[in-house]
């Protein structure tokens, strides 16, 4: 069924339901007005002291008698005596209101309880009536339900007529309220067919479509931006990969004749092969980090932001000693929400960055507390031109090319802050001289 066929059924079938209320209002109505006024009258009557001996005995208006616990009549008529009349003949108190046929005619009837030794008037004056007995008030309403059948008709073709109008203003206004609807489709399947994600709809009004409009702009501005992040990390990647695989080759081609090569030099290739593979492989576990992209996989849990620092603060401790770098510590407990993996990484990266820069004989201060984690070094921090481009992917300052590492290292750092919904400053600390990096993170109720 087509969104366009739901709007029409759904209009039809709102019409119709309004069209049906109406006209049971109507009819309900119309009905509940005449019967009143003749119950009314008929009440009214029994209030009032009737003669059944001056009834002519015809149907043709109002009409009284008096009904005997044994089933006989004063005066008798052509009334049917059924077992309701006979329940309050026979002593059932109360009154009751209803519509009988009497030869093929409708009579709006009031039966109405008589005690025993009732007094009703007769020819002679008043007569007692030694048993329970009922006393009928009918009155002929056959105009009035044939007023009412004539209504029911009425408003049956009423209701026709409305729900052939509604049809027809449903296929109407159906038309109407999709077309812009497929003016946007179609804007959409050109793009699917070009993939030309630089291409933007008409934004339109402040309507809900207009909002359709341009939320699909974003979504196609996302789409781009994922695109052209990708191309650059391939470009990016490939040109550093370049390089120390050109060196491994031009190594292995020297290791061809590894027998023209003395013991020392020998081993000196090996260990060049050997970091250059190491190179590579942490290149490539980079890469796999950021192609991750700003949602990693993984539950997110609740974890204590002082343990995932001391864990990394001791990893880094056994890379520290061999440049014989200290690293002091003033870790206060705190509590955040995120994935630990990706946490120990990112202050595992700024670790390893302070380490890499900090001479032999520095010294590290690795604080946290209040879900914010601050990194200092003694090294020769960044220069302020460099700042801007710190946490962009393969990009290395010309102090640290001759260093070993991929560029990468910062900006793993940079996207697993965004994706804990935290910020990444970088400054230069004014105790140690060298660069500080300062994560803040959102924090959660400490329940230590």
């Known amino acids: 069924m087509t969104f366009r066929s739901r709007v029409i059924a759904a209009t039809v079938a709102a019409a119709a339901l309004a069209v049906i209320l109406a006209c049971c209002a109507s009819f309900l109505t119309t009905r509940n007005a005449l019967l009143h006024s003749v119950d009314e009258s008929l009440l009214q009557a029994s209030h009032l002291p009737v003669n059944p001996s001056d009834n002519d005995g015809r149907f043709t208006g109002s009409y009284t008698e008096i009904v005997f616990a044994n089933g006989q009549t004063f005066p008798s008529s052509g009334v049917t005596i059924d077992a309701t009349i006979r329940a309050y003949a026979n002593g059932k108190s109360g009154d009751l209101l209803r519509t009988v046929e009497i030869n093929n005619q409708s009579f709006r009837e009031l039966i109405v309880a008589l005690p025993a030794n009732s007094l009703v008037l007769c ?16 009155v002929n309403v056959t105009g009035q339900v044939t007023e ?90 490939s040109h550093e990969l370049r390089t120390p695989l050109t060196s491994l080759r031009t190594n292995a081609q020297v290791l061809s004749r590894a027998s023209e090569l003395n013991p020392e030099d020998l081993r000196q290739l090996t260990n060049d092969m050997v970091a250059q593979v190491d190179e590579l492989a942490s290149l490539v576990t980079d890469l796999g980090e950021l192609a991750r992209g700003e949602r990693s996989e993984g539950p997110i849990v609740t974890l204590r932001l002082d343990e995932c620092v001391d864990e990394c603060i001791d990893t880094a401790r056994t890379y520290a000693r061999i440049k014989d770098i200290t690293i002091d510590t003033s870790i206060e407990p705190s509590t955040i929400e995120g994935r630990r993996d990706r946490l120990v990484r990112a202050v595992s990266n700024l670790l390893t960055n302070a380490v890499k820069f900090t001479p032999t004989g520095g010294r590290i201060l690795v604080a946290s507390r209040d879900a914010t984690i601050i990194v200092s070094d003694s090294g020769p921090g960044i220069n302020e031109n460099d700042l801007p481009f710190v ?56 329940d230590l």
């Not at 007692?128 to 009922?134: E, G, I, K, Q, Y």
């Open 123 to 138: 020819k002679t004056g008043l007569c007692d009536v030694p048993t329970t007995s009922a006393q009928l008030f009918v």
């Open 391 to 446: 946490f962009d992917r393969f990009w290395r300052s010309a102090s640290s090319r001759s260093l070993p590492g991929s560029g990468l290292g910062l900006s793993i750092v940079a996207q697993v802050v965004a994706e804990l919904h935290g910020t990444v400053t970088v400054d230069r600390d004014p105790e140690l001289g060298g660069a500080r990096f300062t994560i803040s993170l959102p924090s959660e109720p400490d």
């Open 148 to 237: 009412l059948r004539n209504l029911v008709r009425t408003l049956l073709f009423v209701a026709a007529g409305g729900l052939l109008l509604a049809l027809v203003l449903g296929l109407i206004l159906a038309r109407a309220a999709l077309h812009p609807l497929e003016e946007v489709t179609n804007e959409i399947e050109t793009v699917t067919e070009t993939n030309d994600m630089r291409y933007r709809i008409a934004e339109g009004g402040a309507d809900e479509l207009g909002r359709l409009r341009r939320v699909f702009n974003r979504l196609l501005s996302s789409v781009e931006n994922s695109q052209t992040l990708q191309r650059q990390l391939v470009v990016d990647a």
